[in-house]
């Protein structure tokens, strides 16, 4: 429900800050883990709002907290977008290769 509520404000594409606080209320606080769905999930809905709101030192950093707990494609592919983005282009190639290399195994 956090996140669906969280979600709609966010859409809403002038409730960014609104979701962010939601989030927040749900993650990162000694007593949760990134382990546990619902937080995760609100760590990557926060790093979207982040993303929305241009804060992109943000938003990275909710997308490798993520990714350092569990491997993502969506999650790599949005940490590859900041950083083309933010004009490094070496790292967003790196990651967006990751998720080539990670696809074409899963196929075979």
Avoid: C
């Avoid at 979600?7 to 990162?28: C, G, Q, V, W």
């Amino acid at each position: 429900m956090v996140i669906e509520i969280g979600h709609f404000l966010s859409n809403r594409d002038t409730e960014h800050d609104r979701a962010i606080k939601l989030y927040n209320k749900y993650i990162l606080d000694k007593s949760n883990e990134l382990s546990d769905p619902v937080n995760y999930m609100a760590l990557v809905s926060r790093g979207i709002a982040f993303f929305w709101l241009k804060e992109y030192g943000k938003s990275g950093k909710d997308f490798e907290d993520t990714l350092a707990e569990e491997s993502s494609n969506q999650v790599a592919y949005n940490r590859g977008s900041i950083y083309a983005i933010t004009r490094n282009y070496n790292k967003a190639i790196n990651y967006y290769k990751a998720i080539i290399k990670q696809l074409f195994m899963v196929v075979k």
